[in-house]
């Protein structure tokens, strides 16, 4: 079955500190991977795609099918940074997500 | 970027009584919308996916009787919590695909935070 696992439920650094959120999934066929982030009192809304390859906020995600992992990193956390963050796989032309359990980023002074 | 709209943000109600959660997407058609549900600090669970004009699929486990979902048009999905009860006290959130399939993007309602006395 898909799942999704994001095994850290909290994550503290100090301000300028590299972050790396972990994301590892199962799934036997190509899955498309995404991080959604939770600002507090916001919505959920897309951080970034791993097709798009692109670094948003600072942030960048590497798709390793090896290691079946799409970990969340960050060189220098800012204390905006502190947010939910969720680790989503889309596996079907549905358009269904499975969510990771989530991960509270919480960047300090 | 898409707008979502979710309506009431916060509902309180009584044991029994039913309530019915609107998802309204304003910036395009959506033939698919999906409802989720969140427990504090913990993960959305996906409850149904919503389909116009056809019945929603609903989640191993997930009462269809209990969470009734209409999807009457291209714009508007609602979900009704039947003869609510505490247990069903939760965070429920919607969510709209995107037009562009090769996106393959959601974009998410603020939320509605349902309270059962």
């Known amino acids: 079955a898909q799942r999704v696992t994001q095994p850290e439920k909290l994550l503290s650094v100090f301000k300028g500190a590299p972050v790396e959120l972990k994301c590892n999934y199962s799934?036997?066929?190509?899955?498309?991977l995404f991080w959604y982030v939770q600002y507090s009192r916001q919505r959920l809304q897309l951080l970034l795609r791993?097709?798009s390859r692109e670094s948003i906020k600072g942030f960048t995600a590497d798709l390793n099918k090896g290691e079946t992992s799409f970990h969340l990193k960050k060189p220098f956390a800012q204390e905006e940074d502190s947010a939910m963050y969720y680790c989503?796989?889309?596996?079907?032309?549905?358009?269904?997500?499975?969510f990771g359990q989530g991960t509270e980023l919480s960047v300090k002074p | 970027g898409a707008v979502v709209s979710q309506h009431p943000s916060r509902v309180i109600c009584k044991s029994g009584t039913s309530v019915k959660i609107e998802c309204r997407s304003l910036?395009?058609?959506?033939?698919?919308m999906f409802w989720y549900r969140q427990f504090p600090k913990q993960s959305l669970m996906l409850m149904a996916t919503?389909?116009?004009?056809?019945?929603?699929?609903?989640e191993q486990g997930v009462e269809k009787d209990k969470f009734l979902i209409n999807h009457a048009s291209l714009t508007l999905s609602t979900l009704t919590v039947t003869s609510a009860h505490p247990e069903d006290s939760s965070f429920y959130i919607c969510?709209?695909?995107?037009?562009?399939?090769?996106?393959?993007?959601?974009?998410f309602g603020a939320g509605t935070r349902l309270s059962v006395l």
């Open positions: 969510s709209v695909g995107a037009p562009d399939r090769a996106k393959n993007i959601q974009y």
């Open positions: 791993h097709i």
């Open positions: 919503s389909n116009e004009g056809s019945k929603a699929t609903y």
């Open positions: 989503a796989l889309r596996y079907n032309q549905g358009g269904k997500l499975i």
């Open positions: 799934y036997s066929g190509s899955p498309e």
């Open positions: 910036d395009f058609q959506a033939t698919t």
